[in-house]
Nanobody, 124 residues
Framework: QVQLVESGGGLVQAGGSLRLSCAAS????????MAWFRQAPGKEREFVAA????????YYADSVKGRFTISRDNAKNTVYLQMNSLKPDDTAVYYC?????????????????WGQGTQVTISS
């Protein structure tokens, strides 16, 4: 398993931007598919975005496509989520996730490691 620590959450107005970071421990970061999930109050955790081990493939939930961008820097053991054009519906705790399987498995929720989460709040 890998240990994950998110940062970058906060309070912004609708239409604004935030960049989340997730720092991973361990030497095998480059072998993991990385992803972001989120959980809003009273709702189930949902998939947001995923990126393959090489960064060559990405996948997004329809609700964030065109607004969010996932990227990774394997040299820094870090994955990012750039969030633009934020909406109040984006308010949630955002979780970083890692798994040795491919994007399809991770999108389906098969995740081996989770971060502790970072709060993102969008005001209208």
């Amino acid at each position: 398993q890998v240990q994950l620590v998110e940062s970058g959450g906060g309070l912004v107005q609708a239409g604004g931007s935030l960049r989340l970071s997730c720092a991973a421990s361990g030497r095998t970061f480059s072998m993991y598919t990385m992803a972001w999930f989120r959980q809003a109050p009273g709702k189930e955790r949902e998939f947001v975005a995923a990126i393959s081990w090489s960064g060559g493939s990405t996948y997004y939930a329809d609700s964030v496509k065109g607004r969010f961008t996932i990227s990774r820097d394997n040299a820094k053991n870090t994955v990012y989520l750039q969030m633009n054009s934020l909406k109040p519906d984006d308010t949630a705790v955002y979780y970083c996730a890692a798994d040795g399987r491919g994007i399809r498995a991770v999108v389906a929720g098969s995740v081996g490691s989770w971060g502790q989460g970072t709060q993102v709040t969008i005001s209208s």
